[in-house]
């Protein structure tokens, strides 16, 4: 049968991933690697990879390796 994430204790992180589905050109398999390599759970942790991820970029544009 089907099963509801919303039930149970992990209620706020599932419902923080199906956010997640609203973001245009993420689907459930791109979310569930971003969840599971990156720890992202809502909207606030993939800003925050995005953040992170853009300040990669920069400072290695910056300081060439």
């Given at each position: ?6 039930a ?20 459930p ?25 853009a ?11």
């Amino acid at each position: 049968g089907a099963v509801d994430v919303r039930a149970g204790s992990d209620a706020a992180g599932a419902e923080g991933l199906l956010s997640l589905l609203d973001v245009s050109g993420l689907g459930p398999k791109t979310i569930k690697l971003l969840w599971e390599q990156a720890e992202v759970t809502d909207l606030a942790s993939l800003k925050a990879l995005e953040l992170k991820q853009a300040t990669k970029l920069t400072e290695a544009s910056i300081i060439p390796i």
